[in-house]
């Protein structure tokens, strides 16, 4: 299912009060004197109880401000209090019909409390008046993709792409949506584009500044970075350039922010979280420089994907030799992520390593063998398919795709379903010179049955009450009413969520690594 099933997920990890300070901000600040400015400044503060307070007096005195029954409902929002926010939206909208932002919360209360029908048609409305808005409509392409109407999905990302021409996740998901239609032609144009897209293959460094960087010279350089931003603005690429400059020159804390900014403009940006990886690494916080080489393994696992998805179009098409190029890029670059993750690993097991001091004391050959001990004499069925995973990933590191290949093969058989253990399989057999055997493993992705798209739809639902989930997983059987949905343990309720995109996989594998390398010390 390559990434199709993220469709899912998109515009649920909704933050309601980020979106109200977004949505004053770009109003204007005709309300920057009255008492509603500073109920967003409390907002902005965290201070949301006293925000409350605040906006509960000034709606008493002003119960059809179309502003204040917004921000309340934002609030009830984020308290998990959807009737009560319900209720601000309907005063909201009964005094402004077409308020996007009422429209789009509306829908969004509706669809989570299970009357995804009429939510559709405030998502609609929403659109009716603002056709570019990313939220509604990744909602209305998730409510599409649950109930199998794939062309009306498809419809929905490709008014999503023209609006966000440069948004590297849409682009690969109607990639993927266009395979299964069919349209290879469009297929391949989608992931081309992306691949041309991606910030790390644009780059160019200047002359100059290289020079001057070369020489020492670092003011000099700063200013030439400078002039170059008041010329043509901030980008992700100027602002790293600058992190790089003040990181040389000794200035930490500025560095890092600037790394930051860089990631702000462009999440898909790898240099900038290795860059920001190595210098946390450097000031000795390798937790933080553990997560940044993960979340740079995440964008890289994407890029891989992308070119897999060029992989199952020749495939399609019976052009082996050109499928087994784009297979030779992507092996290639998967190479990154199994480095990202080594290093990972590596730090991790320093931290935890209290009697060691100092990065030397592991090299990434000890680390992998002190795990390898731990682990390999414990049966792959008693061990979590995900650290198995990550074990598998780890010897890909060492070059020892055999013994990874033989964990992942296992896996594979008790889960034919799973894209990542394909995937990783894939590679492992690649490397090994099965070609053959590699391109008859990647499959086009296939849509799951009804039952399943609907769990994982309801589970995604259920998930944006994170009182009410919990609640739910002790009666896990009676929620999934085990043997119909095919998900039979908790692990999978996990593993659903990563693959619709509402949990972060890059701090799911850190967590992972970090109870491995506790693991091997209690096993030594």
Known sequence: MYRLLEIIGRGLDLDPCRLVIDWFSYCGNEDKDNELFEVIELIEQSKVESAYNELASYLRSNPDCVKGNIVAAAIHIDQRQLDRAIIHLKAALNKQINNTLALFLMGYCLEVTGEDREAVKYYQDCLKFKAYLKLPSYRLASYYFKNGQIEKTIEQYDVLQNNCPENLDILMTLGYLNITRGELKKAEENFNRAILMYPDSQLGDDDQIQKFMAEGEFYQALEVVENTIANQGENATSVTTR????????????????????????????????KLGSLYRKIGDRKKSAMQYLAAMEINDKIVDTYIGLVLIKKLQKKRNKAISNLMSSSIIMKNSQILVAEATRLLFIENDREISGDKSYNIETTLEQIVNAYISVPYSE?????????????????????????????????????????????????????????????????????????????AILYCDKLKFASTMINFS????????????????????????????AEILYDNINDSVKSCFSFN
């Open 383 to 459: 061990q979590s398919k995900e650290v198995a995973i990550y074990l598998a990933m780890l010897l890909m590191a060492g070059n020892n795709y055999a013994m990874a290949g033989e964990i992942l093969t296992d896996i594979y058989k008790a889960n034919p379903a799973d894209n990542i253990v394909a995937k990783l399989l894939s590679f492992t057999m690649f490397e090994q010179g099965d070609k053959k055997g590699t391109l008859e493993l990647l499959k086009p992705p296939e849509l799951p049955n009804e039952k399943i798209l609907e769990t994982y739809y309801e589970t």
């Open 243 to 274: 992190a790089d400059i003040l990181a040389l020159m000794g200035s930490t804390e500025e560095s890092i922010a600037e790394y930051k900014k860089a990631i702000w403009f462009n999440s898909h940006y790898i240099e900038p979280r290795i």
């Open 478 to 505: 009676k929620f999934y009413e085990l043997g119909s949905s095919g998900i039979t343990d908790l692990k999978q309720v996990s593993q659903i969520l990563q693959e619709i995109g509402v949990l972060n996989r």
